[in-house]
């Protein structure tokens, strides 16, 4: 029995399809004012860097956004995060791994991220109130909104890619 690992099939590259930092300069600076502002409200209300990674994470996953998934994946990582509840994020409603804080912040993360389909229900919003102060909601809300930005233009453009 042959213990050497196999070598990894080869990666397809995703090409470019807009380098928009340069086409749209104005907007991206103004996105990334947009990032400053939400994580200038998260410290403010005091919600920890791991629930921010975990909804940047759900909703980059939601929206498709490879580069988004694994930047934020390998932030959590780097601040401390467990990697088997990194792995369970996609299937948060079944893992006892988040807390209700967390759950509810993963809920309303995909409740806001699907709007049009959800318009974000009653029911998300009482679960997320129940455990969140009106000050940690509004900077949830910020955090959600601006992550659903950036995927936006990362999977519409694909200016960023991943590098294995």
Do not use: K
Request: proline fraction near 5%; glycine fraction near 4%.
């Amino acid at each position: 029995m042959n213990s050497a690992p196999a070598d990894p099939a080869p990666t397809v590259p995703v090409l470019v399809r807009l380098d928009f930092d340069t086409t749209a300069p104005r907007f991206s600076t103004a996105l990334s004012h947009l990032d400053n502002a939400a994580t200038a409200e998260l410290d403010r209300a005091g919600i920890d860097r791991l629930l921010r990674e975990l909804v940047r994470i759900r909703a980059s996953q939601l929206n498709g956004c490879s580069y988004c998934v694994d930047l934020h994946t390998t932030d959590a990582l780097t601040a401390g995060e467990n990697a088997r509840r990194l792995a369970a994020v996609a299937v948060w409603r079944e893992s006892p791994a988040f807390t209700a804080r967390e759950r509810a912040a993963l809920a309303l993360t995909e409740s806001i991220t699907r709007a049009a389909e959800t318009h974000v229900p009653d029911a998300d919003w009482r679960v997320a109130s129940a455990v969140f102060s009106p000050e940690e909601l509004g900077a949830l809300v910020s955090l959600i909104v601006v992550i659903n930005a950036w995927n936006a233009v990362g999977v519409s453009t694909r200016t960023w890619t991943v590098s294995l």
